[in-house]
């Protein structure tokens, strides 16, 4: 059973365009965040939610759209898609209270999207 | 501000070759927290250890050991006879605030290992 699932997993696109991808947990974990891993493999947070509440927007340009429904979900929206939005995008998961945990981010496999 | 710095690109060794990755972190605040993921060539993120800022006891786990030195502001970690199964990239991070809102990582070193 994937502990952090996200979908879909490739997705190509042609610029301007708008596509979301979605994420899901079954870790029970409060907190979810996205990250983005460009061509060189440098990952940078976007997002991350606390109990479906926006904690922290790392200056992502408005085109980016996180939405949480639940604390299980945190779903990434993108409208009109540039080039520049070619990369992995990496759901992951943690605990919110470290002194239960190993304070580790649990990752998704990934979602490689590819703009034309 | 928080900063990760990892500034081997790529290192290349020879199977059975030890060999050490370098981490050196920036942070304002005195409680901090640290770790190690791995990124094999399959692409998924795997956790490999968290060290607190105030645990400074190195740690071994198989060929695996951390050296944390708060003196240095330094994380390494060391694989003792390489095996080519340990060819991945590896990210040193950094979180400064409990929750971990907000963990940022290091550019990443990737390892070589040859049969």
């Known amino acids: 059973d994937t502990a952090v699932s996200q979908t879909p997993k490739y997705l190509v696109t042609q610029m301007g365009n708008d596509k979301s991808i979605k994420c899901e947990q079954n870790l029970g974990h409060d907190t979810m965040y996205w990250y983005k891993q460009d061509s060189k493999k440098f990952l940078k947070i976007m997002f991350s939610?606390?109990?479906?509440?926006?904690?922290i927007n790392e200056t992502v340009p408005n085109r980016f759209s996180p939405k949480s429904p639940d604390k299980a979900h945190l779903n990434l929206h993108i409208n009109s898609l540039e080039l520049g939005d070619s990369a992995v995008y990496f759901c992951?998961?943690?605990?919110?209270?470290?002194?239960?945990?190993?304070?580790?981010?649990?990752f998704g496999e990934g979602s490689r999207l590819t703009v034309l | 501000a928080q900063k990760v710095t990892q500034a081997q690109t790529e290192i290349s060794v020879v199977e059975k070759e030890d060999v050490t990755l370098d981490c050196v972190y920036e942070t304002r605040d005195t409680t901090y927290y640290l770790f190690w993921y791995k990124q094999p060539p399959s692409g998924e993120l795997v956790f490999l250890i968290r060290r607190n800022s105030f645990d400074e006891q190195n740690e071994i786990s198989g060929r695996y050991s951390w050296n944390f030195q708060k003196s240095t502001s330094s994380f390494n970690f060391t694989i003792t006879a390489s095996q080519v199964v340990d060819s991945a990239v590896y990210f040193c991070?950094?979180?400064?605030?409990?929750?971990?809102?907000?963990?940022?990582f290091g550019a990443g070193t990737r390892l070589f290992v040859k049969a």
């Open positions: 992951a998961s943690s605990q919110d209270v470290w002194d239960a945990s190993t304070g580790e981010l649990f």
């Open positions: 991070a950094l979180s400064e605030d409990a929750g971990g809102f907000k963990t940022i």
């Open positions: 939610y606390n109990n479906k509440e926006l904690i």
